[in-house]
Nanobody, 124 residues
Framework: QVQLVESGGGSVQAGGSLRLSCAGY????????MAWFRQAPGKEREGVAG????????YYADSVKGRFTISQDNAKNTVYLQMNSLKPEDTAMYYC?????????????????WGQGTQVTVSS
């Protein structure tokens, strides 16, 4: 079974940057949808950025386009989320998620595997 481990969270001031990492273990196929979700206290979980590992196609929430970039390193079974120009509203617990898929990834897919999360806090 797939195991996901996030890292890279922390506390920064508005306008700062962070890079999150999601290391995967136990893959039985190279074709997956992998995505970053976030959830703040009292709010619903929302998709942030995603990637199809079979070809590198990406998708983003409108609120982070132009500021966040998702990428992958297949040799390390790892995906990254580069977060620039951070805003206080980006404060949340960030989770990495994955599912086996041959294509057509989106935030609406039912992601089967989830990491434990890494906290991102942005102060004004």
């Amino acid at each position: 079974q797939v195991q996901l481990v996030e890292s890279g969270g922390g506390s920064v001031q508005a306008g700062g940057s962070l890079r999150l990492s999601c290391a995967g273990y136990g893959y039985t196929s190279p074709y997956l949808c992998m995505a970053w979700f976030r959830q703040a206290p009292g709010k619903e979980r929302e998709g942030v950025a995603g990637i199809w590992t079979g070809g590198g196609s990406t998708y983003y929430a409108d609120s982070v386009k132009g500021r966040f970039t998702i990428s992958q390193d297949n040799a390390k079974n790892t995906v990254y989320l580069q977060m620039n120009s951070l805003k206080p509203e980006d404060t949340a617990m960030y989770y990495c998620a994955a599912m086996y898929q041959l294509g057509g990834c989106s935030f609406l897919n039912r992601y089967s595997y989830w990491g434990q999360g890494t906290q991102v806090t942005v102060s004004s």
